[in-house]
């Protein structure tokens, strides 16, 4: 089982990680599929980290009362 | 003016005619089926074409109209849905494999009140598979082709319905924007696209909490008679703005590498609505990128969330493509979804703070003309064609494309606009504005 860490979005994720992410979900993705999924999942974790970024620069954004 | 020009001219000039009985709907509707059946075995922009409901429903509206029972605007009129909106027995395939029998036993809420209106649904339009990935050849329907140029392809996912409207196949069009897919096929097709304020036309029928259900439409007054219908909102003139300010996120617009010919056509419109009186005000919008970021994760994580059962059922029958943005959607976090969020809010936020007494913002809709240079392999992915678009979707502001230019190869450039929720009405004027004043509107 995989779990979401403080540094989960610092590290790539390797195919066998993303075939066992996809799996607690209950999908089996084809082999063919886990090949050429890497550039989409590069992506959105990029994503995901200039979230984290943008957020930590305005630490109060998007909290409840914030002003 | 023959039935078939009177249907490529405006919805709102086939309303009057119809309502003066100068036209039948059942003509009408032939003439949209006929130019159906004549182009769309090359431009692909239906995935479900239904003459027998739809001449049922123009026989219906004549008989009434004949009895002095005039709905309004819409009544009669031909017009489409995209393959993603429920329709009440027509079948909603999301241009996938895995719905492809799917028959509705119910209409989405935008659907029943067009029918309400008593609109005339010609058939359900092409969109890339889930309006979720890149069309792709071996989608149920293969990708819509641009009117303009049939050599080339047809942005954003609601392209079915801006190439059965570009192409005079319907009078108008319900699509889906998550991230600018209702605004980039417009702009490229030079039509009005509108996103409408997230929960104006219902959230009923919209299929997450970024999409939002808007319109395809020829021209401002167009657009507004199919929004006052979908939004069941009472119908307003479109006058003229004064004393209009609108903010250009300048430092933004630089940093992004736009086309040369989008970059033009945006110095024209700016200078354009300046001659018009509008003050224009530079803002410096630091979160823009990162609001766009949050809506693709979102749209990631939700499209994951809506369609896992498919992929654990049907996996095969998702095509490859669509498959490959499901899956990738898969390895968000709680926390990811929660930070995208998060993000939306800060954006709105500041974007409120720094535009303080302006209407709205104004942006290129794309950075790019051609679906090809909009899909360049490590950008599309990237959200780079979105990059003005899908930030007012993390933040669910109304925003409109409106058509202003004409680029290489005979492709549309467009211009939008964003405003504060529930500003429709603003953003229908100034697009009414600039098409009295660049003449594009025919």
Known sequence: VLHVTPDWLSKPLTSEQVDLLLRQRGIIASAEDLLVLGDLVTVIREQARSLLRALKESPAAGEPGSP | ?442
């Open chain 2, 1 to 442: 003016m023959t039935v078939f020009d009177l249907l490529r001219s405006s919805l709102v000039a086939v309303s009057d005619a119809i309502a003066r009985r100068e036209v039948t709907s059942r003509d009408l509707t032939r003439a949209a089926l006929d130019q159906v059946a004549r182009l769309d075995p090359d431009l692909h922009a239906f995935v479900t074409v239904d003459p027998e409901g739809a001449l049922l429903a123009a026989a219906s509206a004549d008989r009434e109209i004949a009895e002095g029972r005039w709905r309004g605007p819409l009544h009669g009129v031909p017009v489409a849905v995209k393959d993603n909106i429920a329709t009440r027995g027509l079948r909603t395939t999301f241009n996938s494999r895995a719905h492809e029998t799917w028959v509705p036993t119910r209409d989405a809420e935008p659907v029943a009140r067009l029918r309400r209106a008593g609109a005339v649904i010609v058939g359900k339009t092409n969109l890339n598979e889930f309006a979720w990935s890149v069309p792709d050849t071996t989608d149920l329907i293969p990708p819509p082709r641009n009117p303009w140029n049939p050599a080339l392809g047809a942005q954003g996912s609601s392209s079915g319905s801006a190439v059965a409207v570009a192409a005079g196949m319907c009078c108008g069009a319900l699509g889906t924007d998550a991230g600018g897919s209702i605004r980039l096929p417009a702009s490229q097709m030079g039509l009005v696209g509108l996103k409408p304020t997230r929960g104006a036309p219902s959230d009923e029928g919209a299929l997450d909490e970024v999409s939002v259900v808007g319109i395809l439409a020829r021209c401002a007054r167009d657009a507004a008679a199919m929004y006052t219908v979908i939004a069941d909102r009472s119908g307003f003139d479109l006058g003229s703005p004064s004393e209009l300010r609108l903010a250009v996120p300048r430092r933004q617009i630089d940093e992004i590498r736009l086309e040369d010919k989008v970059a033009e056509a945006f110095a024209a419109d700016l200078q354009t609505l300046s001659d018009l009186g509008v003050r224009l005000v530079e803002i410096d919008l630091p979160h823009l990128s990162v609001a766009r970021d949050a809506t693709f994760v979102l749209i990631s994580a939700l499209n994951h969330a809506q369609w896992a059962q498919d992929l654990r059922e049907s996996y095969t029958l998702v095509g490859p493509n669509a498959r490959r943005y499901l899956l990738a959607g898969g390895v968000l976090a709680v926390e990811d979804f929660v930070n995208a969020r998060r993000v939306a809010a800060l954006f709105e936020d500041r974007l409120t703070r720094t535009i303080t007494d302006c209407a709205g913002v104004v942006t290129p809709v794309s950075p790019v003309t051609t679906v090809e240079a909009a899909r360049r392999p490590g950008e599309h992915n990237r959200g780079f064609d979105a990059t003005f678009t899908a930030p007012f979707n993390a933040i669910g502001w109304p925003a409109i494309s409106i058509p202003t230019r004409v680029g290489d190869h005979g492709l549309r450039i467009g211009v939008q606009v964003a405003a504060r929720p529930w500003q429709e009405a603003l953003l229908l004027e100034l697009a009414h504005l600039l098409e009295n004043e660049l003449g594009l509107r025919e």
